[in-house]
């Protein structure tokens, strides 16, 4: 490329300052042009709700690099060689005579800029409802510094506050905590079945359990119909009822921000984002785009798909820079692997859902597996509980997702490298992780998973959810809960209706059980639940089932029956 | 196969019980025999170093399956269905006639046993070595749970105690820390220059730094001539003078038992462990080795190996009983992935050291790579210091070594997990590992990492590692040690003879430097070092290097301005 190159990006928090750095890296004598709408360059969006929960004390600490450099213009201009002008408005572009019409909100004088390439790393914004009441004040996104800002000044403005939250999406989810720890009263209203729909309700279950257990309300299948309030919001009208509150946070999601590429006459897909090739260029070659405005690929689908996040938006930024500079480079595409911390449980996911993956005409086999994350003699080993999804034709691993107090993040990635290598459940099994006590169980919990996968795809044995348990017991069917703990944990809690045979006592009490009933068996993780199968099929039993996932995976009720004899 | 088939496992620490408990949940009419020298079972070795410690705190949960049954001879009959004799030791096995001869230390009954298939988990020895002195009182190995008691009473038995440790690698280090945190002074003497063998030497010698800052000896290049006592160990007379204490652990590593593959005649290699093939069968196809008395394959180079593990054992027992059992099943082999806790350091490997890597013929491209695990503004963020070892021209991930008080573990399995689907730099750079600012940068340090190795694969830049730029400087060569942080940094500690240029104002001060002479760039991580090796680059300097990792993996002496400041 010409060393004189004049490269505009348009757009300055993650992205586009990413691209820019690196242009300037490889094309020292390029022309690097950086334009921000808003006040803030290259901050860090994602840590937005540490910083109202005060885990991250200084706005500052959000823009600053690793060595704590403030990433300003100057900083950009002096360090990395690039040009910026924040507070600055791109009007329009046109893509023929490659220029580009700003607006500066400073100087209110509008200029026309001229490009080689041109950048947009535009972004993404949140959706607002069309609810009444969404313009009252102290109704609030969460995307911006000022938003974050907006935030803090009502949780610091004396007294715990009642907080409505409008969708139990990631970003919902990921302030409740922060709301909470700040003594908020939070309330999560969710039009769908579940909130978290980035997991399995298996598990998502489990989480909303323990945002309950730590005060949050979660109310599902629940519509706002609108925002009360004179001036300030006083209260959220659902479709099942008012709630009074003090301010509101409308987290409903977010989508890219095309409307420059749109009038530019760029190529946007039906996620709603711009189409890109794997180089990031739009349908216009001199016009690249990152970050949360463009549509990715989906690895195992190979469809595009949205998922804006700011460790894709870096890795795009870096595929575009090398492209800008004569350098071919490609960004293949994204598993949706995500990540977030509620209150002391961590959640994870990778590739395809159960019913994602269905709908795609997988074969699908899936499965939960409990257990802790470290050697369970080790103190401080913590629960992770996981739902693993594969193909039962090509055994490739298709989708991961964990939750639980334990380490639930190094699994989610060891997932995501496996399903990107298309690994099969079987060579996941035979990883050669790394083992100490002090960091894993000797089997590690995903090979553990793996090896319960290979199990139901060969046949070994037939399994049911516990959703699917509770319903048959709803529907009254004649069934026998065979629970196969020892008796002191059965005493601890048990399902109700369920008959204790402790698997040591199994093999000399077969006969105690009906060849004519379906038994489902099960124990604390549903291992010992397993060889209990395995032992009444060798019996002559045919219809025999395992509850995936034992009672520590059980989300309905439980009897304790030690607790109920010391009350009564 | 036949639904009375004979089972003989001899060995019944890991493997062992691994395949009897496998075996009879796939053929639970076969008949199962496990024989245990010792009169423990099933116990986890790996976990000693922490019952020593006092962090496990009863023998018998080292013993324990995950829900506290402890795996004793009736637990296994009861509930695996495998008759167990332990304090029985197998005297010779007779292969032709699928007969093996015993002897009962209770009863001292000796008898003959006929199997089907006999399975081999005969496990591992430790070294002796051939040292006077070596049988006194109070010399330990650590391989058993009555070695961990010995130790034990040792330390029990008042006052803070002088240990002398022979062999600097996995279990002598492991059993440091266990040493130190019951108030043991402890000196580990090591032939070789380094300790921690499975670590390349730049990130071994930090880990020794921080070995000796929690007040541990290390003596390298020394040799044990005699242990001295009379009846118990009072000193360790090394070459380089005595050692007063008052016990001392031998671990210089330890060997496969296999005696009695020996002696059946069975394919023994080169390595020491038992020959087997992928269906871990011996060169008899009615005998099955399994575990710490086995070789494996490195996947990488394809050689037989010996790396005793737990998690391979068990992987081997499962491959080895499917396979039994008519079920094929494949182990496909190890990268010798480790990880172990070396006070409030993690320190982990997978596949090739650069030594070994060369030594194979791989076009070798190396890295250091220093940087919080964490999103750094997020507290409780620690740092990881990286080396990547990858191939030039194949481009891909050969060996990843990790160290520091940050999540090691999670980036060695991904690592790992990499190398086994033989990834390239470039594809590990676009994994789509999951972020949120608690749990990994926006870029994961493995990615970073991949981005470094590809920038030096395409010659984007040459470096020198802190060992090289070190021994320029004790070569008194003409260098320009340029160092690119802020003066405030700069004050805090900088390297000898080092001048001062701050990033940002490194393009209006190019003139000050000269151009006839090798200038050597560096900054905290080498990231600006790197950025102002390119400025340099594009001012028309030809002799510019970048120090990997920065001042922060530079082990050696630091001048501290401030502090010198003070203190004069």
């Given at each position: 490329m010409s060393q004189k190159k004049k490269i505009v990006i348009i757009g300055g928090v993650a992205a586009g300052p990413k691209v820019g750095s690196?242009?300037?890296?490889?094309?020292?004598?390029?022309?690097?042009?950086?334009?921000e709408k808003g006040t803030f360059l290259s901050y860090a969006g994602c840590g937005l709700p540490y910083y109202i929960s005060g885990v991250v004390e200084d706005q500052k600490e959000l823009m600053c690099t690793a060595i704590g450099a403030v990433r300003d213009p100057i900083f950009f201009h002096e360090v990395k060689n690039v040009k910026v002008f924040n507070k600055m408005e791109v009007i329009s572009v046109n893509a023929k005579l490659k220029k580009i019409f700003v607006k500066d909100y400073e100087t209110l004088e509008e200029k026309e800029i001229s490009y080689d390439t041109l950048v947009l790393a535009t972004g993404a914004r949140p959706v607002i409802p069309p609810v009444e009441g969404i313009k009252l004040k102290n109704v609030f996104t969460l995307q911006t510094i000022e938003d974050a800002e907006g935030i803090k000044a009502m949780l610091d403005d004396g007294g715990a506050k009642d907080v409505v939250i409008i969708g139990g999406g990631l970003i919902g989810v990921?302030?409740?905590?922060?709301?909470?720890?700040?003594?908020?009263?939070?309330?999560?209203?969710?039009?769908?079945?579940?909130?978290?729909?980035m997991?399995?309700?298996?598990?998502?279950?489990?989480?909303?359990?323990?945002?309950?257990?730590?005060?949050?309300?979660?109310?599902t299948q629940t519509t706002v119909q609108a925002i009360e309030g004179s001036e300030e919001v006083s209260a959220v009208m659902t479709d099942k009822g008012r709630i009074a509150c003090d301010f509101v946070i409308s987290a409903v999601g977010v989508r890219p921000n095309t409307v420059l590429a749109k009038e530019s006459g760029l190529k946007v897909g039906k996620t709603g984002g711009i189409t890109v090739n794997e180089q990031m260029q739009t349908s216009d070659p001199n016009i690249f785009a990152v970050g949360d405005c463009v549509e990715s690929i989906d690895l195992l689908t190979e469809k595009p798909c949205f998922v804006p996040l700011g460790s894709t938006a870096n890795k795009q930024g870096r595929v575009a820079a090398n492209n800008i500079c004569g350098r071919h480079d490609s960004f293949p595409g994204v598993l949706g692997s995500t990540v977030c911390k509620v209150f002391d449980f961590n959640v994870g996911r990778t590739g395809?859902?159960?019913?994602?993956?269905?709908?795609?005409?997988?074969?699908?086999?899936?499965l939960l597996s409990p257990a802790p994350d470290k050697a369970h003699f080790y103190p401080g080993a913590k629960l992770i509980f996981i739902k693993l999804i594969a193909d039962r034709q090509s055994r490739r691993l298709l989708g991961f997702q964990a939750i639980g107090p334990g380490a639930v993040d190094k699994r989610i990635d060891v997932a995501a490298t496996a399903i990107t290598a298309k690994m099969t459940v079987d060579q996941i099994a035979n990883l050669d992780l790394c083992y100490a006590p002090p960091y894993s169980p000797a089997m590690d919990n995903i090979l553990t998973a793996a090896n319960i996968a290979r199990n139901k795809i060969d046949g070994m044995y037939e399994s049911l959810t516990p959703d699917e348990v509770y319903e048959k017991i709803i529907k009254g069917e004649d069934i026998v809960l065979l629970d196969v703990r020892s008796p002191e944990e059965y005493n601890e809690a048990k399902i109700k209706d369920s008959i204790l045979v402790p698997l040591g006592q199994l093999r000399r009490r077969?006969?105690?059980?009906?060849?004519?009933?379906?038994?489902?068996?099960?124990?604390?993780?549903?291992?010992?639940?397993?060889?209990?199968?395995?032992?009444l099929k060798s019996a002559g039993f045919s219809n025999v089932k395992v509850m995936d996932g034992g009672i520590l995976m059980w989300p309905f009720e439980k009897i304790f029956p030690k607790v109920t004899k010391t009350v009564s």
């Open positions: 690196k242009i300037s890296r490889l094309c020292p004598d390029a022309e690097i042009i950086l334009i990921e302030v409740t905590e922060a709301l909470a720890e700040r003594g908020a009263r939070v309330t999560i209203i969710e039009r769908l079945p579940q909130i978290l729909p997991l399995d309700k298996e598990l998502a279950v489990h989480v909303v359990r323990h945002m309950e257990a730590k005060g949050v309300k979660i109310k395809l859902g159960e019913a994602q993956a269905k709908e795609e005409g997988f074969d699908v086999v899936s077969v006969d105690e059980l009906p060849k004519d009933k379906e038994i489902i068996t099960f124990c604390k993780i549903s291992l010992r639940g397993y060889e209990a199968a395995l032992i």
